[in-house]
């Protein structure tokens, strides 16, 4: 007996399945353990899992994409506007990691299922495949003309996600990821941001000059970027009175999650004393009881509270009366942007927990569901953000955002994910993406990777040959490539589940 779909859709009875779902099916769920659900509550009608999977990834994707936008990204534009990190080191390091959070606590969480690799693969180069294509395409279409791309996003940006491609590919052909090969793959990260480094060094007594200029002849950076963000949300509200039927439905329907959410994680914009001080006990017990393997300790609790009362005193008579910031203001954006990551790793969890069982249900593979369902829910907050900077004018800065969302989710997602994998089971994690027996097991890996070096390789020599010039005939190959490859996958998807 074992915990696949040949066991659940056999005549066994249901006492079996269930005694099964609750010991040997543990192991493949995170935070909700399907299988007990479905064969132990609900007597074996999975169809209701169907309905319930529905509702449950809608809800994962959309309060997600609201923890990033809302909470985890304006808590880290604070920590890096009050660390004076220039632009381009923060493009590459915070903000980045605010693009590309989902991607890497999805990856970290991935893990801990059975085919984790699987998972990985599919969500990450599916995440990077659904912007490099879809996104972009997209994006040039709203554009108001054509997108001129600066220099360095072609030979820099594009050229490392090629290279760090390649170099996934070279893993494939040797089978494996040792510690020192997952390693590797953050330390190419970490020459990315070298680099930027040199380069914004180089650039900064030009930068000084062209600041005088624009000082004197054009608005400055500060005044743009209230620009864009006034822009930006003069759009949002033009689509938030649109909102359809169905929106406001979802918007019911959503009310006891953004409760839960409202007083389990500080706000990282106006954070009053109040707000804060209601905050404190909640947000850290949440943050122990999904860190804590669900720990049930009652003295542990009363421990947490003993420590919101210290913090929750020192606060009260310390935070400042008028409308200003307190001195310790950046550990509160530290402290928020940590529970927000816990939030995403709690909701990833769940999320895995419904693909898994649903991939056992339907008996489709790991990389297909990571191509289409993960890597979209991931991708799609970098891809609105993207396309409505597009419609503003503002497209180069939305795409370069995007793209590097998804090398810092690939490298460092990726890297951290095996790394831990390493150091958990003591040997290297199994990658044996070419090996003749398993080709038709890996086919949609093998798809979904070249198919993304493929568009890396088209956006170069495009951008090259056109002198940094995204048009109109780009647009079009770009989408017509993603329908095909979506469409050969989801075939093979279903050929291979039948």
């Known amino acids: 007996m074992s915990c696949d779909s040949s066991f659940f859709f056999s005549d066994s009875n249901l006492e079996q399945k269930c005694e099964i779902a609750n010991s040997l099916c543990t192991q493949n769920q995170i935070f909700i353990n399907y299988y007990s659900l479905i064969y132990c509550q609900l007597d074996g009608h999975w169809i209701v899992f169907i309905f319930m999977a529905i509702f449950v990834v809608l809800i994962v994707f959309r309060f997600m994409s609201t923890l990033v936008m809302y909470y985890l990204t304006p808590a880290i534009e604070f920590i890096t506007e009050k660390l004076n990190i220039s632009q381009s080191l923060s493009a590459v390091t915070l903000l980045a990691f605010a693009n590309g959070a989902g991607d890497v606590v999805t990856a970290i969480v991935a893990t801990e299922t059975l085919d984790g690799i699987s998972y990985n693969i599919g969500s990450l180069y599916g995440a990077g495949f659904f912007v490099a294509t879809l996104v972009v395409g997209i994006t040039i279409i709203n554009s108001q003309s054509y997108i001129v791309m600066k220099s360095y996003f072609i030979w820099r940006d594009i050229l490392f996600y090629i290279v760090a491609t390649i170099i996934i590919i070279i893993y494939g052909i040797i089978g494996e990821f040792s510690l020192i090969d997952s390693a590797f793959l953050l330390i190419i990260y970490i020459i990315l941001v070298i680099i930027v480094l040199f380069q914004d060094k180089l650039q900064s007594q030009s930068k000084k000059q062209f600041d005088e200029f624009l000082m004197e002849n054009v608005i400055d950076e500060t005044q743009e970027t209230e620009q864009i963000q006034a822009e930006l949300q003069d759009t949002y509200i033009i689509q938030d009175n649109r909102k359809t039927c169905a929106d406001k439905t979802f918007c019911v329907v959503d009310i006891p999650f953004r409760f839960i959410l409202k007083y389990s994680i500080p706000p990282s914009t106006n954070v009053t004393k109040s707000i804060l001080l209601i905050t404190i006990f909640p947000s850290l017990c949440f ?4 860190l804590g393997s ?12 003993s420590i919101s009362i210290v913090l929750a005193i020192a606060i009260y008579t310390s935070y400042p009366q008028e409308n200003e910031l307190p001195k310790y203001y950046i550990y509160i954006q530290i402290y928020i942007t940590i529970v927000s990551l816990v939030w995403i790793y709690c909701l990833s969890g769940i999320l895995i927990d419904t693909l898994t069982f649903f991939g056992m249900l339907t008996n489709l593979s790991n990389s297909y569901l990571g191509m289409t369902i993960i890597a979209m829910g991931n991708a799609l907050p970098d891809g609105i953000v ?10 180069t800065m939305g795409i370069t955002g995007a793209y590097f969302g998804q090398i810092f989710g690939l490298l460092v997602g990726l890297g951290i994910s095996l790394v831990k994998t390493n150091l958990k089971t003591g040997a290297s994690v199994e990658f044996d993406l070419f090996n003749k027996e398993l080709i038709q097991q890996n086919l949609i890996m093998i798809i979904i990777i070249f198919s993304t070096l493929f568009v890396l390789i088209i956006t170069f020599l495009y951008g090259i040959i056109k002198k940094y010039r995204f048009a109109r ?4 190959l770009l989408i017509l490539i993603y329908v095909l490859v979506l469409s050969t996958i989801t075939i093979i998807a279903i050929y291979e589940a039948v």
């Open 287 to 290: 943050v122990y009881f999904i």
């Open 294 to 305: 669900n720990n049930y300790d009652i003295f542990s609790y009363l421990y947490l509270l």
């Open 473 to 476: 005939d780009l647009s079009v």
């Open 386 to 395: 993207t396309m409505a900077l597009a419609k503003q004018g503002y497209a």
